[in-house]
């Protein structure tokens, strides 16, 4: 943790857009890296896409024609209720 707060980071940009029957966030930055790392034991952008998957959303990342890197999900605001089973232990 010390150690990143040292190290400078690229800024990051947060849009949330609420819309009718779904929200949108989309998180990008301007790094140069391939892709984000992923911390040991975490699950990453794997566990993200399921977790969208889960509620009937879905997750879309990689790499911006501008440089940089972007994370975005569309999540509905109403699942169904066999997606709210399916999720829910």
């Not at 009937?56 to 999540?75: M, N």
């Amino acid at each position: 943790m010390a150690s990143s707060a040292r190290r400078p980071r690229p800024p990051r940009h947060v849009h949330l857009a609420y819309l009718r029957r779904h929200l949108t966030i989309t998180i990008t930055n301007d790094t140069t890296d391939r892709a984000p790392a992923t911390a040991p034991g975490g699950f990453g952008l794997i566990g993200m896409r399921e977790r969208a998957h889960s509620v009937g959303g879905d997750l879309h990342t990689g790499t911006r024609p501008e440089g940089g890197f972007e994370v975005a999900t569309s999540l509905p605001l109403n699942p169904t209720a066999s997606q709210r089973s399916d999720s829910t232990p």
